[in-house]
Structures are given as C-alpha cells and as structure tokens.
T-cell receptor, first 115, second 111 residues
Framework: DAGVIQSPRHEVTEMGQEVTLRCKPI?????LFWYRQTMMRGLELLIY????????DSGMPEDRFSAKMPNASFSTLKIQPSEPRDSAVYFC?????????????FGAGSRLTVL | QKEVEQDPGPLSVPEGAIVSLNCTYS??????FMWYRQYSRKGPELLMY????GNKEDGRFTAQVDKSSKYISLFIRDSQPSDSATYLC???????????FGDGTTLTVKP
C-alpha cells in the first residue's frame, strides 16, 4: 500500500483565496482524521470521520473551514476564504482499528502558506 | 490547560546516551498511550503504544505509563544520530476514536 496520500504537498496562496487539500486514506481503513500542526499550537485535531461520517468537528476553527468525505477513498479540507493565520502543515491520517487503540498512519502533510 | 502536556525541549545528547522523554496528562479516561516520531518535514509515525499502566519494550525503546501519577515516559537506550527527531506523546479514550497529542519534544543526538 502506498500509505496515506495527500495533495498538494505545498501550497502558497494569497489571503482571501480558496484552498482545497486532498487526502486518500489507506484502503480498508474506516477512520480518517485531519490535523493541523503549527509551532505555536502543536498538532491539533480539526475533524475526524468514521465510515465516511463526520464524528467530531469541534476542532474546526471557524466556518471558513469545511471537510467532506464523499467516499471511503477520498476526503477534502477546504478553507474559504483563507487568512495568513491559516498557514500551517495540514496532516491527514487514517486508522483501521475496529476496537482498542486507534493507531494513526499519517500522510506526508500539505504545507500551506497564506500571504 | 491542555489534556496532554509535554516538555518541548529541545534536548541534545551525545551518541550512546540514554534519553528520557516525558509527558503528563489530565484526563483519567485515557487508556491508550502512544509515542510517535516525526522527522523534519515528514508526518508522524507510530513508534509504540501501551494500554493502561505498565512497560513495553521494543528494541532500544521502552514506553512506560504510570496511571496513578498520570505520567508517560519513553526511554531510548544507546541513542543514535538517526534518533534525532521530534517525539510526540498521545493519549486516547477506550471508546473514542481521537488521539490527543502533546506538543512534541525535539531530540538531537550528536555523533
């Protein structure tokens, strides 16, 4: 398996523009997580899905952020409009644990810079 | 206050040293405890995890959990330059899917 695949790896955009980050989880994994990592705040959970259904979106910073998982092999995180404070590395992770520890496999991340 | 607190370091040690990385947590419901390693500009990868209290050993790495004091530790024996990375502790409820991460400790092992 190729692991969790994220795109784009790097994105530089101007304030106000729409940003869409994409994730392909590991085949067979039923949970998908979106995290954001910054120096100031560390690794923060934004939202997670179980069997394509959003379970907890309490970490989504505000209405400018939205996430979808239309099927088991694809998810998007959208920021509209983007702001400089959204600059961070966004990680997608998937997990296949049916019970017990939910061990995460992370993608390589999407580094977002909003000017 | 964050549910999982971790000393950010940075920590610098000579090759061959024993390294101790530590976290504390506040949520008594946490039952699973993980350590992830993150190399520069990469995603975190799982090193090991433990359930409830006790020790778990994997090669040069030992994870230790003391639930009475809400303390999580990772020990690295005979540290190598290739161990230089950021180490993130994480904790999880038994029935909740999400993991709560510490901020990470950056470790440098000097040859």
């Amino acid at each position: 398996d190729a692991g969790v695949i994220q795109s784009p790896r790097h994105e530089v955009t101007e304030m106000g523009q729409e940003v869409t980050l994409r994730c392909k989880p590991i085949s067979g994994h039923n949970s998908l997580f979106w995290y954001r990592q910054t120096m100031m705040r560390g690794l923060e959970l934004l939202i997670y899905f179980n069997n394509n259904v959003p379970i907890d979106d309490s970490g989504m910073p505000e209405d400018r952020f939205s996430a979808k998982m239309p099927n088991a092999s694809f998810s998007t995180l959208k920021i509209q409009p983007s702001e400089p404070r959204d600059s961070a590395v966004y990680f997608c992770a998937s997990s296949g644990s049916a019970s017990g520890a939910n061990v995460l496999t992370f993608g390589a991340g999407s580094r977002l810079t909003v000017l | 206050q964050k549910e999982v607190e971790q000393d950010p370091g940075p920590l610098s040690v000579p090759e061959g040293a024993i390294v101790s990385l530590n976290c504390t947590y506040s949520n008594s419901a946490f039952q699973y405890f993980m350590w992830y390693r993150q190399y520069s500009r990469k995603g975190p990868e799982l090193l090991m995890y433990t359930y409830s209290s006790g020790n778990k050993e994997d090669g040069r790495f030992t994870a230790q959990v003391d639930k009475s004091s809400k303390y999580i530790s990772l020990f690295i024996r005979d540290s190598q330059p290739s161990d230089s990375a950021t180490y993130l502790c994480a904790a999880q409820n038994t029935n909740a899917g999400k993991s709560t991460f510490g901020d990470g400790t950056t470790l440098t092992v000097k040859p």
